[in-house]
């Protein structure tokens, strides 16, 4: 049987439990021995981790200055080789210490990652090579995914997603040329690198939002080319359908509550705006949805509610009084709140 990682503060709290069972006679010292065995304790950010981060960002700082600063006095040879012997350098050096310091061998790849960023603006610059500062970062995120994966780390794959949120944007909105199709081979990695570290919730988390921003991307680009009046309201309307699917469709259990939640949050941000464009019948028909939600146990739903009412009450300022709308918004969150008392007390989940 595979162990269940859980945190320093579970384990303790479990030993602490089984410790007590051993004491009053519950449970013997080999059987508490095997249980606890069935665990392993993840590895938290320590003081050391965030200190070796913090110094390989002023590594990798500190070499771009000195680089940046002296670049005017070097010829193309010497600028190149430099950028290319602090690369090997510092990727080296953290390879050989892998074994013996982790977590200095770590940092020491942030940094080449950094100075692997820079070096490909330079390189750029150096040699007049006139390509899209979006296709930079491209080629930024296809050297940071490959270290992410020989280390396994989940930091370098965030950042990996970061650099794509770049490159996406930037090419739909800087650049306008074309869609930026490489992104349609990077997803399926990304979510094949995520199966493979055991679907961690913050790396899940951008993932599926980087997913979500590119299929909104590509109906922002290709709807209007179909010239449908009112393109904006289509787009609107099947990023909709489109939450509504994710916070119903049934994925992984470690995939489930997040992707879950990141659907009722896309629903009830494109709902925002399409109570601009549909008549009254739209809003109160979703209202009653979103208390169907909240009936079934759904928390993000009262959050919707609340930016719906405040939407509302916008529009209202002038001949609603500002007393009343806060009366109504309390005694509605204090009722959901006597709801969930009561459900939790009767045994009812919560969820989302």
């Keep these: 049987m595979s162990k269940k990682e859980i945190t320093k503060k579970k384990f303790e709290f479990l030993e602490h439990e089984f410790n007590y069972l051993e004491k009053e006679g519950v449970i013997s010292t080999q059987e508490k021995e095997r249980m606890l065995g069935s665990y392993d304790v993840k590895g938290n950010l320590s003081f050391i981790t965030i200190l070796l981060s913090i110094g390989a960002l002023l590594l990798?700082?500190?070499?771009?200055?000195?680089?940046?600063?002296?670049?005017?006095?070097?010829?193309?040879?010497?600028?190149?080789?430099?950028?290319?012997?602090?690369?090997?350098?510092?990727?080296?050096?953290?390879?050989?210490?892998?074994?013996?310091?982790?977590?200095?061998?770590?940092?020491?790849?942030?940094?080449?990652?950094?100075?692997?960023?820079?070096?490909?603006?330079?390189?750029?610059?150096?040699?007049?090579?006139?390509?899209?500062?979006?296709?930079?970062?491209?080629?930024?995120?296809?050297?940071?995914?490959?270290?992410?994966?020989?280390?396994?780390?989940?930091?370098?794959?965030?950042?990996?997603?970061?650099?794509?949120?770049?490159?996406?944007?930037?090419?739909?909105?800087?650049?306008?040329?074309?869609?930026?199709?490489?992104?349609?081979?990077?997803?399926?990695?990304?979510?094949?690198?995520?199966?493979?570290?055991?679907y961690p919730k913050y790396l899940t988390f951008f993932i599926n939002a980087l997913a979500i921003n590119t299929i909104a991307l590509f109906l922002m680009e290709s709807v209007p080319k179909l010239e449908f009046e009112n393109s904006n309201t289509i787009v609107l309307s099947i990023l909709f359908v489109l939450g509504i699917l994710l916070a119903y469709i049934p994925v992984r259990t470690k995939l489930q509550n997040i992707t879950h939640i990141q659907g009722h949050m896309l629903h009830g941000i494109t709902a925002l705006f399409l109570t601009f464009d549909?008549?009254?019948?739209?809003?109160?028909?979703?209202?009653?949805?979103?208390?169907?939600?909240?009936?079934?146990?759904?928390?993000?739903?009262?959050?919707?509610?609340?930016?719906?009412?405040?939407?509302?009450?916008?529009?209202?300022?002038?001949?609603l009084p500002k007393s009343l709308t806060f009366i109504i918004g309390g005694i509605m969150l204090i009722g959901f709140g006597f709801f969930f008392e009561n459900r939790r007390k009767k045994g009812g989940e919560l969820n989302e």
């Design 60 to 198: 990798g700082l500190g070499v771009l200055t000195f680089v940046a600063s002296n670049w005017i006095y070097l010829n193309k040879a010497v600028k190149f080789l430099l950028i290319i012997a602090c690369l090997i350098a510092v990727n080296f050096a953290g390879v050989k210490w892998q074994a013996r310091f982790p977590k200095t061998s770590r940092s020491l790849h942030y940094a080449g990652i950094l100075i692997f960023g820079a070096g490909i603006f330079l390189i750029e610059q150096m040699f007049n090579i006139s390509i899209n500062f979006n296709s930079s970062f491209l080629l930024w995120a296809i050297g940071t995914v490959f270290i992410g994966y020989y280390l396994k780390d989940v930091f370098i794959l965030l950042f990996t997603s970061f650099l794509l949120f770049i490159y996406i944007n930037g090419s739909i909105f800087v650049d306008e040329t074309s869609y930026p199709l490489a992104i349609l081979v990077f997803l399926p990695a990304l979510y094949i690198l995520l199966k493979k570290f055991d």
């Design 278 to 319: 549909f008549s009254i019948w739209f809003p109160l028909a979703y209202f009653v949805f979103l208390l169907y939600l909240i009936l079934k146990g759904s928390l993000t739903s009262i959050v919707i509610i609340c930016a719906l009412i405040f939407r509302y009450y916008i529009d209202s300022f002038d001949f």
